[in-house]
């Protein structure tokens, strides 16, 4: 392994497109692990009940894969602790439009909305990687 430091690794982007979620829900749960770090972000969604959460940890792991493996190239190693959530965006997709009978002979559309989620990580910077830690945790305890 190479003595560069992770920082030269180049952001890792995943996305899932036309998840049957509607955006407002799945924007819910992405504004809980925004600019999390990738272990305590997966972990959240882990444990989320929202079902939008599922959709969003399969996204959010597979940027971190994403991330293990361009660090993989470039001869260098990334945790997901080493990670973080740089972005994090819900965008609308196509939606479905259904029907449904109503009372004298009418009928109501049903609209059933699709997502696209994408997740961007990065790694840590390494002089705040030590710092970010320890206001992470003075942040929790109070």
């Known amino acids: 392994m190479s003595d560069q430091s992770v920082t030269d690794v180049a952001p890792s982007r995943a996305a899932a497109r036309f998840v049957r979620v509607t955006p407002t829900k799945a924007r819910r749960v992405i504004d809980l692990i925004r600019g999390m770090s ?3 972000a997966l972990a959240v969604l882990r ?3 929202q079902a939008a959460s599922e959709p969003v940890y399969k996204v959010l792991a597979s940027a971190v894969a994403n991330a293990r493996v361009s660090a993989e190239r470039a001869s260098r190693r990334v945790e ?3 990670l973080v959530v740089q972005e994090a965006y819900v965008d609308e997709g196509p939606t479905l439009k259904r029907f449904r009978p109503r ?8 609209r059933k909305r699709t997502s696209h989620i994408t997740v961007v990580v990065r790694p840590r910077p390494a002089e705040a990687s030590s710092a970010g830690r320890s206001t992470a945790s003075k942040r929790r305890t109070r």
């Open 80 to 82: 997901a602790e080493d």
């Open 38 to 40: 990738a272990d305590e």
């Open 103 to 110: 009372a004298q002979g009418r009928a109501y559309r049903i």
């Open 47 to 49: 444990f989320s009940p």
